[in-house]
T-cell receptor, first 114, second 115 residues
Framework: GAVVSQHPSWVICKSGTSVKIECRSLDFQATTMFWYRQFPKQSLMLMATSNEGSKATYEQGVEKDKFLINHASLTLSTLTVTSAHPEDSSFYIC??????????FGEGSRLTVL | GENVEQHPSTLSVQEGDSAVIKCTYSDSASNYFPWYKQELGKGPQLIIDIRSNVGEKKDQRIAVTLNKTAKHFSLHITETQPEDSAVYFCAASNAGGTSYGKLTFGQGTILTVHP
């Protein structure tokens, strides 16, 4: 199956700093990527839809100025958590569409804000 | 918007038994129903999916059934093994052609297979 890679897999940062998470489709081009957030023992909640070459579409309740998404190429989307606070600590997961229509997920990035 | 309900929240079975997880959805326009397996600390892994023009799909020990009229779909795992232990999520979306609809996930089921 298609491979979606996320980096870093985990990151610890101080409150107030910004953190960038990368999502790459390794063997296919993805015009659309999705970013999810998952709190412990909960389901995945869609944060935003990232479209190559255009602005991301954010879900209701997600602050677009806090969670900056850039999809500059067909194989890379980035999520930047700006001025991170402890409540932003979570598991962030991206997904991208494969050539057969399925959505494949990355391995996730665990963010811990101290 | 779409709402997906998943049951049970936890499921414990003996190795070799079958496991069934059920989901219901609310939006009749949804046409793509994937199932994901998530192990601790990892991203979800697609294990099987079904589209609305098919009633059943099977892949070795895993099968999925879809009842469009009742708006529910189920995951069936036969001959369970300890390595099947994980969290399973169902999802639904309205996907058309190469357009990947937004996935709405169920709440997840923690499956434990006892040796």
């Amino acid at each position: 199956g298609a491979v979606v890679s996320q980096h870093p897999s985990w990151v610890i940062c101080k409150s107030g700093t910004s953190v960038k998470i990368e999502c790459r489709s390794l063997d296919f081009q993805a015009t659309t990527m999705f970013w999810y957030r998952q709190f412990p023992k909960q389901s995945l909640m869609l944060m935003a839809t990232s479209n190559e070459g255009s602005k991301a579409t954010y879900e209701q309740g997600v602050e677009k100025d806090k969670f900056l998404i850039n999809h500059a190429s067909l194989t890379l989307s980035t999520l930047t958590v700006t001025s991170a606070h402890p409540e932003d600590s979570s598991f962030y997961i991206c997904s991208a569409g494969g050539w057969t229509g399925e959505l494949f997920f990355g391995e996730g990035s665990r963010l811990t804000v101290l | 918007g779409e709402n997906v309900e998943q049951h049970p929240s936890t499921l414990s079975v003996q190795e070799g038994d079958s496991a069934v997880i059920k989901c219901t959805y609310s939006d009749s326009a949804s046409n793509y129903f994937p199932w994901y397996k998530q192990e601790l600390g990892k991203g979800p892994q697609l294990i099987i999916d079904i589209r609305s023009n098919v009633g059943e799909k099977k892949d070795q020990r895993i099968a999925v059934t879809l009842n469009k009229t009742a708006k529910h779909f189920s995951l069936h795992i036969t001959e369970t093994q300890p390595e099947d232990s994980a969290v399973y999520f169902c999802a639904a979306s309205n996907a058309g052609g190469t357009s990947y609809g937004k996935l709405t996930f169920g709440q997840g089921t923690i499956l434990t297979v006892h040796p």
